[in-house]
């Protein structure tokens, strides 16, 4: 998965894998060594634009999954092998805040690192006090929020629809008046539903109160769950960020090459990588520090094998893992 080592290393360093991932060449973070806590698909939304594609069922109950221990080990292997990193996000197969032994996953990492700890979430159990209390053990919180409008909100986001934007919103403003590290709000724009002005301006309205320290504006750049979402071009990007104001970045995405050693076994490590996000032989060969044309031979042999399927987004290839029953 990560430098060459001896047989049990590597072996160690393949078990690693089952929930570490990376490290990514994250657009926001810089190099991120990716923490996955969930099987996949596990997730209390279905969004439109999810890169890992429909969610079967809607999960609304926290579980632990798996035991800390295991994850705060394979965390340490990698963590003993590794070049410089820049962040550790939990990220990965779904909304993080499912998993019960988040917090206690932060206090441990705390304790073993000084690398700042990054969390991805949806936002939806923010509402839970117990949840804020987990995230603000963290360094960095990266939000999301697409819409500040019921309806809209359940168009692209599709939760339950019992629940309400409100209260969504509600759990973001109590945690930035709980949270003393920063807060990224994210926002994904898809073309022709939440990019006009009317529900921009809603959207606006809600971040005003919530006061993040960022807004960071994304757009659908890899395969999404449903093929008709279409992304915003740069131009039209900008043009959002001058609604929403000053501390309104478009993120652009990451492309230049990672100086990393090479892997001991480039098969895994794309697995790895595609298991969690679909992903371009370009980025794939930047991630991984190595040629396009040893990165292309693997892809052959492993769409050979029907690990991994091929898409096309917008007149650009992406790879993801094959999913069985996906």
Not at 286 to 306: D, H, I, R, T
């Amino acid at each position: 998965m990560f430098l060459k080592k001896n047989s049990g290393q590597v072996e160690k360093l393949n078990q690693a894998g089952r929930f570490i991932y990376g490290p990514v060449l994250s657009r926001r973070l810089g190099l991120s060594l990716g923490i996955d806590i969930l099987p996949p698909k596990t997730c209390n939304f279905n969004c439109l634009y999810c890169q890992l594609g429909p969610t079967k069922k809607i999960i609304e109950k926290r579980h632990p999954y798996y035991r800390v221990t295991d994850i705060i080990e394979a965390l340490k292997t990698a963590l003993e092998h590794l070049p410089r990193i820049d962040y550790l996000t939990f990220s990965g197969s779904g909304e993080p805040t499912l998993n019960t032994h988040l917090g206690r996953l932060i206090r441990e990492i705390k304790q073993r690192t000084t690398k700042p700890v990054a969390v991805l979430t949806n936002s939806l159990l923010l509402k839970e006090k117990e949840v804020r209390e987990e995230l603000a053990l963290a360094d960095l919180v990266v939000p999301s929020l697409d819409a500040a409008e019921q309806s809209l909100f359940l168009q692209i986001n599709r939760p339950n629809p019992a629940v309400h934007i409100d209260g969504i919103i509600d759990g973001l403003i109590r945690f930035r008046e709980e949270f003393h590290g920063q807060i990224w709000l994210e926002v994904m724009l898809i073309k022709g539903m939440n990019d006009k002005p009317e529900p921009l301006l809603k959207l606006k309205d809600a971040i005003a109160k919530i006061r993040p320290h960022k807004i960071q504006l994304n757009t659908v750049v890899r395969p999404p769950a449903e093929a008709w979402v279409e992304p915003l071009g740069k131009e039209e990007m900008v043009e959002v960020s001058k609604i929403l104001g000053p501390s309104a970045e478009v993120i652009i995405e990451a492309t230049k090459r990672v100086d990393l050693e090479k892997r001991e076994n480039l098969e895994n490590s794309i697995l790895s990588i595609l298991k969690r996000r679909p992903a371009s032989e370009e980025e794939l060969a930047s991630l991984l520090s190595e040629s396009k044309e040893k990165v292309q031979q693997v892809l052959e042999k492993l769409l050979a094998e029907k690990k991994v399927q091929v898409k096309d987004h917008y007149h650009r290839r992406q790879f993801e893992y094959f999913w069985k029953g996906k």
